[in-house]
């Protein structure tokens, strides 16, 4: 039995997140594999603000916001696989665990999410999540992290 795999456009995205710029950190995501895993673009351009200031004539993209941009991913992946397109979903970190960094990522790069749901389930607010992110097929960073996702009561 084969799996459709569903995709969110930048569109999508915005009625599933609450993120806006310049925090937004995820322009596509493809291979959405029901709330199992998922597959976030990000396109890395040197007109971010954090390039601003990190670094100077050398900019790098900070790590927190690689972690960011995952985290990012696996909500849109859940929030496309429960259908919660405009359901003001909520999204907060409560653990980022195992993270490390192997990779600077630049401006020009594209930064792939590879995110698969450790724990979680429909009507369930917590999540666990890994994930790895990857530039050319190298990796940048890799982090496990718990989430909290919920929409609010009627």
Not at 23 to 38: C, E, N
């Amino acid at each position: 039995m084969t799996t459709e795999l569903k995709q969110a456009d930048i569109h999508l995205i915005q009625r599933l997140l609450p993120h806006r710029y310049p925090f937004l950190l995820v322009d596509k995501v493809i291979d959405i594999d029901g709330y199992s895993a998922a597959r976030g673009i990000k396109n890395v351009t040197m007109n971010e603000p954090h390039f601003q200031g990190h670094f100077p004539g050398n900019p790098v993209m900070p790590g927190v916001t690689i972690v960011e941009a995952m985290a990012q991913t696996a909500a849109v992946m859940v929030g496309v696989a429960l259908d919660l397109a405009d359901q003001n979903m909520g999204v907060y970190f409560m653990a980022i665990d195992k993270c490390k960094f192997r990779r600077m990522v630049v401006p020009g790069d594209v930064l792939e999410m590879q995110l698969t749901t450790q724990r979680g389930k429909p009507g369930g607010k917590v999540w666990r999540f890994s994930g790895a992110a990857t530039v050319s097929g190298e990796v940048a960073a890799e982090a496990e992290f718990t989430a909290m996702m919920e929409t609010p009561k009627a």
